[in-house]
């Protein structure tokens, strides 16, 4: 009986009965076929926080370039405090799509709510082209994320 005990000691993580629930290449086939929806999600939350992160140091020279001068501080870094924030959660969807799914929509959201205000205020004479074209790239992103989101689906639906 000592015997045995000793060579079941080491390595009872591999027992008969556990061997198929401890398998660490299980998830390696969704994350292949979910690919495109990360290299989108992780390019958006890159790209996101480079573009965002200079606007914590930039309010003096918003007031500058585009007078006036910011008058509700709590509003200009409350909108990139959130929107940092979302681009942290797209680098953790980028990490694993099919697991966040459900999170998708509220990132389409995202970027589409963005990009509807500009288009409103450029065509009510509210904010120059300049600004509108930001809106556009929010446009490609969420259309993106769209694409991503029904690929996820139907990768789903196979499994």
Known sequence: MAEKRTENRYGTFLLSSWRGNFNPLAGKANMIKDRFSS???????IYGLVVLLPGFFGEKMLAEKMPPAVTHPEFYYGFFGVAITWQVAFLIISRDPQRFRP????????KLTYCVACAVLLALGRIPLVVALGGAGDFILGTLFTISYFRLR??????
């Open 39 to 45: 290299i989108v999600f992780l390019v958006a939350g």
């Open 103 to 110: 999170i998708i929509p509220a990132a389409i959201l995202e």
């Open 154 to 159: 139907a990768a789903h639906a196979i499994q």
